[in-house]
């Protein structure tokens, strides 16, 4: 099992960026898969970004070429940097960790219920 706790969200104005971080505790983060969600008011969790136990990534089309996933396996922690951010990046951040599909996850990467093992979340609020 693993535990996670995210960390990095705030208040920021349209264009700005921020950092979210996730420290994981437990067995053996290197061969999950990990990810980060979010999730609007009354809209349905999304996958954001992903990066597999090898070492691919996959990311939402909404924010291709904005967002960076990374991971630092001897240290445990998963990192999502956030660039050029939007009004409609308001959300919930989540990070979760699941079996790895090493680099052939395809679709499944940004669904949620890939993943087993859930954060408590961070809110990133950004006004236009």
């Known amino acids: 099992q693993v535990q996670l706790v995210e960390s990095g969200g705030g208040s920021v104005q349209s264009g700005g960026s921020l950092r979210l971080s996730c420290v994981a505790s437990?067995?053996?983060?290197?061969?999950?898969?990990v990810a980060w969600f979010r999730q609007a008011p009354g809209k349905d969790r999304e996958g954001v970004a992903v990066i597999d136990s090898d070492g691919t990534t996959t990311y939402a089309d909404s924010v291709k070429g904005r967002f960076t996933v990374s991971r630092d396996n001897a240290e445990n922690t998963l990192d999502l940097q956030m660039n050029s951010l939007k009004p409609e990046d308001t959300a919930m951040y989540y990070c979760a960790a699941g079996a790895p599909f090493n680099g052939g996850g395809g679709h499944y990467y940004l669904h949620y219920g890939a993943y087993n093992y859930w954060g408590q979340g961070t809110q990133v609020t950004v006004s236009s």
């Open positions: 437990g067995d053996s983060f290197a061969t999950y898969c």
